[in-house]
């Protein structure tokens, strides 16, 4: 039974360079209708995965803290009589630090919104240029005060290892971060992903991105400073407080069900993948005609569910215990990992083995990616 609930809001204020797909963006928005579609679609949702009061919620997708607040309300409510909810739910919302999505703050917390998670990126303007994005450093830092005066947990995100960054460069610049008090920080290292405006630039010679070695040390130093602060890292790019992990992030980490309604959400219930349609306009007709949003609805083999349980596991501190995913997906224990790769890496201090439960050690996580093709058993990569 799921105990989490993925909402998302497809809709952005205006063409940004961030958004998934062009549809984001509309000149209105019939919000009556949206409200109508997204109760029937979490209504079905419940049907299927109820049971358990939900621990969070989470509010994300094209720029969710402009939906109304009254719609916000009237989704949690729903929520909260189809399945009730936990004492401490955490109930979060993404926002872009802008100030007209931060005048919108103190209406969705008296919705019911308790954090807020905020798409800061960097704090200089030459890099939030560089990066894409459409605020200013001083009106990040504005919206960061105005959702710390409202909410009672409040995490942003943080870019580093970006083209001719220094390890100075990035202390100053965590340090200050640090400094502005929050329970959380995600903090990542810029990727160049395929097919992306990163991608083409690098390779048309406009930047040329950092080396592994001094972005293997910003992460050191990353580490080493959250945790000085009291936010240790309790995933590979993710610090908090002890207690102020992201609840429903958890979720996706532990390999828990939660439901995903609304354009593109994705869900786990039950061992069955859950697909929504992408597109608004279909995703509203499949509603019309069926009563969900639903595109796929696909059932996954314990192989698959347990490779993608251990490829997410293993990006968290505490690692995974590979007694209790043996016993959940009817697998061996030795044929979910590759033990002799596990024994070598172990000796090279980048795994920790400790008794049944299996871990990334620090030395370890700059090399994660890496790490999970190498320990994930290849019989369950190929079942």
């Known amino acids: 039974m799921a105990r989490a609930l993925y909402i998302h809001w497809p809709f952005c204020a205006k063409k940004c360079p961030y958004c998934d797909f062009n549809s984001h963006v509309r000149a209105s928005v019939d919000h009556a209708l949206w409200e109508r579609a997204m109760l029937a679609d979490m209504r079905y949702e419940a049907g299927l995965a109820g049971g358990e009061p939900l621990t969070s919620v989470f509010f994300g997708g094209g720029t969710p803290s402009l939906m109304p607040p009254a719609l916000v309300a009237s989704l949690l409510s729903e929520a909260q009589a189809l399945w009730g909810f936990a004492p401490d739910i955490e109930i979060t919302l993404e926002a872009n630090p802008s100030s007209v999505e931060a005048a919108n703050f103190a209406d969705l917390a008296a919705a019911g919104v308790n954090r807020v998670s905020l798409g800061v990126q960097a704090l200089d303007d030459a890099t939030l240029r560089f990066l894409g994005r459409l605020h200013g450093a001083d009106e990040a830092l504005a919206a960061l005060d105005t959702a710390q005066a409202n909410f009672g947990r409040v995490s942003f995100d943080l870019i580093y290892a970006r083209p001719g960054q220094t390890e100075a460069q990035w202390r100053a610049e965590l340090a200050c971060a640090l400094g502005f008090g929050t329970s959380h920080l995600s903090l990542y290292q810029l990727t160049i992903e395929p097919g992306t405006r990163f991608a083409t630039d690098v390779r048309q010679g406009t930047f040329t991105p950092l080396d592994d070695d001094p972005a293997a040390d910003m992460f050191a130093v990353t580490q080493a400073m959250t945790a000085a602060a009291g936010l240790p890292a309790y995933e590979v790019s993710n610090h908090a407080r002890?207690?102020?992990?992201?609840?429903?992030?958890?979720?996706?980490?532990?390999?828990?069900?939660?439901?995903?309604?609304?354009?593109?959400?994705?869900?786990?219930?039950?061992?069955?993948?859950?697909?929504?349609?992408?597109?608004?306009?279909?995703?509203?007709?499949?509603?019309?005609?069926?009563?969900?949003?639903?595109?796929e609805e696909r059932a996954l083999a314990a192989a698959e569910q347990a490779s993608e349980a251990l490829m997410m596991g293993l990006r968290l501190t505490e690692g995974v215990d590979l007694a209790v995913m043996a016993r959940r997906f009817g697998i061996a224990p030795e044929g979910l990992v590759d033990d002799e790769r596990a024994q070598f890496y172990a000796r090279l201090g980048m795994v920790e083995h400790d008794g049944d439960r299996l871990s990334v050690t620090p030395k370890g996580m700059p090399l994660l990616d890496a790490l999970l093709g190498e320990l994930v058993s290849s019989e369950l990569v190929l079942a």
Do not use: F, M, V
């Open 242 to 295: 002890p207690g102020e992990e992201s609840r429903h992030n958890l979720t996706y980490w532990r390999y828990e069900d939660y439901c995903g309604i609304g354009p593109g959400a994705h869900g786990r219930r039950s061992g069955i993948a859950t697909t929504r349609h992408k597109k608004p306009e279909n995703w509203l007709t499949a509603i019309e005609d069926a009563g969900s949003g639903t595109q």
